[in-house]
């Protein structure tokens, strides 16, 4: 059978479950919708939250980037996972304990003011509309390739599924949907990778392969070498070199570690389980859960770029297997024949490259470019869809907390019924969506660097307060609303303006201090934190309830 055929029943088999999944799990009360009723399973509640962590910038760009930024790429790896360790035990049991399931509730109570909850319902809005437009633009590439339908028909279908069953059961719904999109993704991420490790290293595990040698059918000789000798051949610096600036590398990292631990969809998920003890465990077996993803995608990345200088460079273009010119009519790769010779020149010198690859491709076309069987390359496009559309319902289940619950029932219609409350909850999703997939569209840029945005906005807005807000006490409601209004609008001015306003002159040359859009979050921490730090000496320390509630927070029971 073709692709498109397997893709079918992958898809629709897929999607019949997790709709399937949301009727019977549909949400009937605000609990169930926002909490699913606080009674999921550690080891659930553990897989739901890694399909939640791992979206499309996991399973389609991350090892798309690291195979073209080689050593460099390294720091999505540390930053994403760094930052869910320092989100397990740095924040999330105090958060749990505290008994607030948003980060609104969180910041609003905690620094006594309504004023705090409005800013920080602006904040997770802002950050989750950012992250949930590059899981449909994700999606979007998904469905235009293996669907062969435009990516803006691929980004409607996307977002009437997500719509569906997250209107219908909230975070019951998702959670359990999640489950099985977990399930899924892993096993369309591992197969493949498996596939190909036995192919090209004769190694079934896709991390030993990584650093074994290549069959003589692929040349001989170790992995990386190989990779590095096809890098320098064709102009491009080596593989296992870094070129990105140390201090850019450094402030990537630290701004998706940080924002890690910020994220509103994450945080949510500690909530789900009925004591803190049971966060602690679903944090664990989420760690173990996202560790077989990301120990696997450095694997991936280097098997993809090898498979791809080999079959691609200095081949006639009228030879060129059949996922090349599949991938033409996506117009996510490009050959622009400049010296008229019909043969494709892929090279690092910009004068003389012939071929333009779209980063995202990378994982969704790998199979194919390896030549396996066309139910591996179908499977995989199902594994992608379930991460872009698992983050996007985490992310919009965001968004209608922050409307319904923070900013109508604790701010602005406080007497309206749980009943009301649902329907806003529900309405809001419907105008998210449109607005997410709008961005998804018309998208900023690939979806791990839309993602990487989403993280330092968070990173800058969020953690400063929720940290100072769980170990410091005197910290008061000014300096809270003053730093995280500092950082939040200094990451964002740095963003827009390297990436819409002056998109030409975003370069370390440029950057300041030699930090990228990506990792201007780390500095707008920093910026949030000495602004918070100052304010709150000009003002009186909180009441005594508050300090006496931050005290209780900590202590161990």
């Known amino acids: 059978?073709?692709?498109?055929?397997?893709?079918?029943?992958?898809?629709?088999?897929?999607?019949?479950?997790?709709?399937?999944?949301?009727?019977?799990?549909?949400?009937?009360?605000?609990?169930?919708?926002?909490v699913a009723g606080g009674g999921v399973h550690p080891l659930a509640n553990g897989m739901a939250t890694a399909a939640d962590w791992m979206s499309a910038a996991s399973f389609i760009s991350m090892a798309g980037l690291i195979s073209?930024?080689?050593?460099?790429?390294?720091?999505?790896l540390m930053g994403w996972t760094g930052g869910y360790v320092l989100l397990a035990l740095l924040l999330a049991p105090y958060l749990r304990k505290f008994g607030k399931f948003t980060v609104p509730d969180f910041i609003g109570d905690r620094y006594y003011s309504n004023s705090a909850r409005l800013v920080a319902i602006f904040c997770a809005i802002s950050v989750?509309?950012?992250?949930?437009?590059?899981?449909?633009?994700?999606?979007?590439?998904?469905?235009?390739?293996?669907?062969?339908?435009?990516?803006?028909?691929?980004?409607?279908?996307?977002?009437?599924?997500?719509?569906?069953?997250?209107?219908?059961?909230?975070?019951?719904?998702?959670?359990?949907?999640?489950?099985?999109?977990?399930?899924?993704?892993?096993?369309?991420?591992?197969?493949?990778?498996?596939?190909?490790?036995l192919m090209m290293t004769g190694n079934p595990i896709p991390q030993l392969g990584f650093g074994s040698e290549l069959t003589p059918e692929y040349g001989g000789g170790y992995l990386l070498d190989r990779l590095d000798n096809l890098s320098l051949d064709l102009g491009f610096a080596a593989y296992t070199?870094?070129?990105?600036?140390?201090?850019?590398?450094?402030?990537?990292?630290?701004?998706?570690?940080?924002?890690?631990?910020?994220?509103?969809?994450?945080?949510?998920?500690?909530?789900?389980?009925?004591?803190?003890?049971?966060?602690?465990?679903?944090?664990?077996?989420?760690?173990v859960f996202i560790a077989i993803l990301y120990t696997t995608a450095p694997a991936v990345a280097a098997f993809a770029k090898t498979n791809l200088l080999n079959t691609v460079n200095n081949a006639t273009y009228e030879d060129l297997p059949g996922w090349f010119s599949t991938w033409e009519t996506t117009q996510l790769i490009a050959f622009d024949d400049l010296n008229a010779d019909g043969v494709v020149q892929y090279s690092g010198d910009p004068a003389?490259?012939?071929?333009?690859?779209n980063r995202d491709i990378m994982v969704l076309a790998n199979p194919e470019i390896a030549g396996l069987p066309n139910w591996v390359v179908a499977l995989v496009a199902a594994g992608a869809l379930a991460a872009a559309?698992?983050?996007?319902?985490?992310?919009?289940?965001?968004?209608?907390?922050?409307?319904?619950?923070?900013?109508?029932?604790?701010?602005?219609?406080?007497?309206?019924?749980?009943?009301?409350?649902?329907?806003?909850?529900?309405?809001?999703?419907?105008v998210?969506?449109?607005?997410?997939?709008?961005?998804?569209?018309?998208?900023?840029?690939?979806?791990?660097?839309?993602?990487?945005?989403a993280f330092g906005l968070a990173a800058a807005s969020f953690f400063p307060a929720i940290v100072l807000g769980i170990f410091y006490r005197r910290m008061n409601r000014q300096g809270a609303i003053s730093g995280m209004?500092?950082?939040?609008?200094?990451?964002?001015?740095?963003?827009?303006?390297?990436?819409?306003?002056?998109?030409?002159?975003?370069?370390?040359?440029?950057?300041?201090?030699?930090?990228?859009?990506?990792?201007?979050?780390?500095?707008?921490?920093?910026?949030?934190?000495?602004?918070?730090?100052?304010?709150?000496?000009?003002?009186?320390?909180?009441?005594?309830?508050?300090?006496?509630?931050?005290?209780?927070?900590?202590?161990?029971?």
């Open 1 to 34: 059978m073709s692709v498109q055929i397997w893709t079918y029943i992958f898809v629709v088999l897929s999607f019949g479950l997790y709709i399937g999944i949301a009727i019977r799990s549909r949400a009937g009360s605000t609990n169930d919708f926002y």
């Open 68 to 76: 073209f930024l080689g050593r460099d790429g390294a720091f999505y």
């Open 128 to 197: 989750s509309f950012v992250y949930v437009c590059g899981q449909m633009q994700g999606a979007g590439i998904v469905f235009s390739r293996f669907l062969e339908v435009d990516i803006t028909t691929g980004v409607i279908i996307g977002m009437t599924i997500v719509f569906f069953y997250a209107v219908m059961g909230g975070m019951k719904g998702i959670t359990y949907t999640q489950v099985a999109q977990y399930c899924v993704l892993i096993f369309a991420y591992l197969v493949p990778a498996i596939f190909i490790s």
């Open 241 to 287: 070199e870094g070129l990105r600036p140390t201090q850019d590398v450094f402030f990537i990292t630290a701004a998706l570690m940080f924002g890690t631990a910020g994220l509103p969809h994450v945080i949510i998920r500690f909530f789900t389980v009925p004591s803190v003890r049971d966060a602690r465990k679903s944090a664990a077996y989420a760690l």
């Open 352 to 357: 003389v490259n012939e071929l333009t690859v």
């Open 389 to 430: 559309l698992s983050t996007a319902a985490g992310l919009l289940l965001v968004i209608s907390t922050a409307v319904s619950h923070d900013l109508l029932k604790r701010s602005l219609m406080p007497g309206i019924t749980e009943k009301q409350e649902l329907l806003y909850a529900r309405l809001s999703i419907f």
């Open 432 to 453: 998210a969506i449109l607005i997410a997939g709008y961005f998804g569209i018309n998208p900023p840029g690939f979806v791990a660097e839309v993602v990487a945005f």
């Open 485 to 557: 209004l500092a950082g939040f609008f200094f990451t964002a001015a740095y963003i827009v303006y390297f990436k819409f306003i002056s998109p030409d002159t975003s370069n370390a040359e440029h950057w300041w201090f030699g930090i990228s859009p990506e990792g201007i979050g780390t500095l707008g921490t920093f910026v949030n934190t000495v602004v918070a730090l100052t304010v709150n000496r000009f003002y009186p320390a909180p009441p005594k309830a508050v300090q006496d509630m931050v005290e209780e927070i900590r202590l161990p029971g």
